[in-house]
């Protein structure tokens, strides 16, 4: 808008040499929201850098969804990254309490820098660590009730290993590996969901899964293969198969 405004407004010198350096970071492939140091995600604005996964609008697809649900009591957003996910849930469902939970302390940090700005951060509780068992220690008092959650979401890493050095720059060059290498095939977190997800959900609670381009077929397999009912696959804006929601079998789940 202000460039509209004050569309013949000359730039002085060193606005001059300041956006030339900004044009040259983009020529090298550098994302354009890292260049500006931020990005919008459900109509909140998130600061961004090298540390986490920049928000894509197919996660923002998943939470549409999920805001026309009842506000679940507890949810865990597994990999936080920049706590999108996280924040928007704290933001749209401010009943809920929220974990967000995360392997690399400095996405942590950033994280918490968000929800600060988007004023949730009392909501949201944050740990740092590898997988489930990090939500088994530390000294938060509210550790001991934020093991079992009515929802778990995540956009857990899902490309195959061999396939991240043919990814567009933006993505192999900028991104944190760790938040992209699925493993051999990119389903090792699925797998990982498939087996220990269920003993972290309440009854009657459910789990919601980004993932890739022609991965529903064995992801929906993974998980029917550990019990699990399949609800539904989600689309994204393009109409690609993109989110896993499902359920335990409840039966089942009091014989395990």
Not at 40 to 54: D, M, P, T
Not at 58 to 69: A, F
Not at 117 to 126: D, G, L, R, S, Y
Request: proline content about 4%; some cysteine.
């Amino acid at each position: 808008m202000k460039l509209y405004l004050n569309f013949d407004r000359v730039l002085s010198p060193a606005e001059t040499d300041a956006l030339r350096e900004l044009v040259k970071r983009r020529g090298l492939r550098e994302p354009l929201q890292h260049i500006i140091g931020s990005t919008s995600f459900c109509g909140l604005e998130f600061s961004v850098n090298r540390h986490a996964l920049i928000p894509r609008l197919e996660t923002e697809k998943g939470w549409q969804w999920l805001g026309g649900r009842p506000a679940a009591s507890a949810a865990l957003d597994f990999g936080t990254g920049t706590g999108c996910i996280a924040i928007a849930l704290a933001a749209k469902c401010p009943a809920a309490k929220i974990t967000a939970l995360d392997l690399s302390a400095d996405a942590l940090r950033l994280a918490q820098e968000n929800a600060a700005k988007n004023n949730v951060a009392e909501q949201i509780q944050f740990v740092q660590g590898d997988g489930f068992a990090a939500l088994d220690s530390g000294p938060d008092p509210r550790a001991e009730s934020a093991r079992s959650f009515d929802l778990i979401i995540s956009n857990p890493p899902y490309i195959a290993s061999d396939e991240i050095a043919s990814l567009e720059p933006e993505v192999r060059d900028f991104d944190p590996r760790k938040a992209l290498d699925g493993g051999v095939d990119g389903l090792d977190f699925y797998r990982l969901f498939a087996a220990h997800a269920r003993s972290r959900l309440k009854a009657g609670g459910k789990i919601m899964l980004e993932f890739g381009d022609g991965q529903a077929g064995a992801i929906q397999a993974i998980f029917r293969d550990q019990k699990w009912i399949v609800e539904a696959v989600l689309e994204d804006y393009s109409q690609r198969a993109r989110i896993l929601l499902a359920r335990v079998d409840q039966t089942l789940n009091e014989s395990w």
